[in-house]
């Protein structure tokens, strides 16, 4: 059996290759400058067919955005133009990725020691990339069904206002950096992100996808977890 969601590491981040039976969804877009990479990565997935388990650059159906940070849609615009696939982001995040910078005001670390680890120069990783206008920006919860996955995007703010996440009918969430692998995903066990717009709403978000009971959380720095009762809050 082919395996639905693929996890490709792009060094800072953890992009994502959703296989279904209509067609192939990225979730995220990793850093700037790492389209080339990420298309490398997918023709390793690449056979003759979706049918027979691989991906062209020309099945991707939709690029997601799970939130409006530069290492999560930073080559965005150029995996566009090299796959024709459109870029969809919530619109409470969507100003960001126009104007190629971070979600204002969700850089706010979640402990101290986060705090002076920022202050250190060229820690926190690029903080421009290309701009890029989504060719859709949604407000809703709306199934994948019509780009060929069976699945349904779900609204999980907190670490920024349009955090959004993906739960498979097959199980399987994937929620951008709603949670984090302790330490930026040096430690093998979740933890909550290390900065927030709303650590109070974040907390709500993961206690709402908990109940949704998925049976495997991929994360973008670190994971994936299985093991939910060790999710934050
Ligand atoms: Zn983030
Ligand atoms: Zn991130």
């Not at 850089?107 to 206008?133: D, F, K, Q, S, Y």
Request: glycine residues 12%; negative net charge; aromatic residues 4%.
């Amino acid at each position: 059996m082919t395996k639905t969601v693929i996890q490709i590491n792009t060094g800072a981040v953890n992009v994502f290759l959703i296989r279904g039976d209509g067609g192939a969804i990225l979730v995220d877009a990793g850093n700037p400058g790492q389209a080339d990479h990420i298309l490398a990565q997918l023709a390793e997935h690449t056979s003759t067919s979706l049918s027979a388990g691989g991906v062209a650059p020309h099945d991707l159906r939709l690029i997601l955005i799970t939130h409006g940070h530069v290492d999560h849609f930073g080559s965005a615009a150029e995996l566009r133009e090299r796959t024709g696939a459109p870029v969809a982001i919530h619109a409470l995040d969507a100003d960001a990725v126009r104007q190629g910078i971070h979600q204002p005001d969700s850089l706010n670390p979640t402990h101290w020691l986060v705090g002076v680890v920022m202050r250190i120069p060229g820690v926190g990783g690029p903080t421009r990339a290309p701009a890029c206008e989504p060719d859709i920006a949604f407000e809703n919860e709306f199934r994948l069904d019509d780009y060929g996955v069976a699945g349904r995007v779900l609204l999980t703010p907190g670490h920024t206002p349009g955090s959004v996440s993906v739960l498979l009918d097959s199980g399987e969430a994937l929620v951008g950096d709603l949670v984090m692998g302790r330490l930026m995903g040096l430690l093998p066990k979740p933890g909550p992100p290390i900065v927030a717009w709303d650590l109070e709403r974040n907390r709500e978000s993961v206690r709402r996808l908990a109940a949704l009971a998925p049976r495997i959380i991929y994360v973008g720095h670190g994971g994936p977890f299985e093991n939910l009762s060790d999710l934050p809050g």
